[in-house]
């Protein structure tokens, strides 16, 4: 029997190995076992995941109901804490929405949750309505059980901001890397302040802001370009891909040409989505509107990855109401 290739489901302990038996094709689904075991320790042969749904809040359901189940599964401790990545801006509000709603419901707690943020303007007071601190507490943490001290963002009014972002990598490091990382994207494909042209193993540092993004984010600001910052302090894509997981939110028309340079194009750093297909464990939840510049055949492959998992998911549903636990693990995945 020839191992002709394997995709991996969007779920952390899950993928499909495409097998060849004379001239039969089969699936076999294998499933990693291990409670806290990390996506990394896969074989690197993992394709960057796309999931699909109608439209932004369903976008954000899907993906605060995965946060949900990545954070119980962890079962975070105050000693080993489940550690999160966040983005600022439009595209991740409907997920924190969703979060908030899981938290309010007893279904989930940030008690044991430390959080770092993308990035932070330069230059613009901590407590200015567009901050990116105002906007998680007034946005996020400020619904949710967090302790404000395991919160970090960015100072973007630091004195020294290069030592900086040299903290925070710092900081990140302490706390054994970033567990999950949700990230949002900007038209151009830029992931936190990482601009096109981006160096793909760059670092927390400042960046100077690119016209496109200046004029977009102009919108948060009475529409006045004069107001929005020129410089910011963001995590780098390299902090990114040193995650174990990624998901990033894609959303509206307006980025469905970055979501196809990503899914259907090369690695290219004029395209920082694209990057993702670096890592061992990323997923894309874009809606219907993000894949306007998609294949169609592209659209139905991603789908019909999504309809396995559901069977999947089911299989393993039955066999725990009867009482027959999951699947044994078939295989090595190292």
């Known amino acids: 029997m020839k191992w002709i290739s394997r995709f991996f489901l969007p779920h952390p302990r899950c ?14 689904i294998v499933m990693r076992m291990s409670k806290n075991s990390s996506p990394l320790s896969t074989n690197a042969d993992n394709r960057l995941g796309l999931i699909i749904r109608e439209n932004a809040p369903s976008v954000g359901d899907y993906i605060a109901n995965y946060i949900c189940r990545r954070i ?49 303007y330069v230059g613009l007071p901590q407590d200015h309505s567009e901050s990116y601190h105002t906007f998680m507490f007034r946005e996020f943490f400020s619904h949710v059980d967090i302790p404000p001290s395991q919160v970090h963002i960015l100072n973007g009014n630091a004195t020294d901001l290069i030592a900086e972002c040299n903290s925070y990598e710092e900081k990140i490091k302490e706390y054994g890397g970033i567990e999950l990382f949700l990230g949002g994207i900007g038209e151009d494909g830029h992931i936190a302040f990482n601009e096109p042209g981006s160096s793909l193993a760059s670092r927390t540092r400042i ?35 040193d995650s174990r997981e990624i998901v990033v939110v894609v959303t509206g028309q307006r980025k469905a040409l970055a979501l196809s340079k990503a899914i259907e194009g090369g690695v290219n750093h004029l395209w920082t989505l694209s990057a993702l297909q670096l890592h061992p464990w990323a997923l894309v939840v874009a809606d219907e509107d993000a894949t306007a510049e998609l294949r169609v055949k592209t659209v139905k492959y991603f789908k019909s990855i999504e309809r396995v998992q559901d069977e999947v998911e089911a299989t393993q549903r039955e066999l725990k109401s009867k009482g027959k636990g999951p699947v044994p693990q078939v295989g090595s995945m190292e």
């Open 207 to 241: 960046k100077t802001l690119a016209y496109d993004t200046i004029l977009a984010n102009a919108r948060f600001f009475n529409n006045d370009i004069s107001a929005v910052p020129h410089m910011a302090l963001t995590v780098g894509v390299a902090t990114v891909l």
């Open 15 to 28: 993928s499909v190995i495409l097998l060849r038996s004379s001239c039969t094709l089969c699936f076999l």
């Open 72 to 120: 119980n599964d962890f079962d975070p401790t105050a000693e080993k804490p489940f550690v999160l990545g966040l983005p600022t801006g439009s595209s991740p509000i409907p997920t924190y929405k969703a979060l908030i709603k899981l938290v309010k419901a007893g279904k989930l707690s940030f008690k044991h949750v430390v959080t770092f943020n993308m990035d932070e």
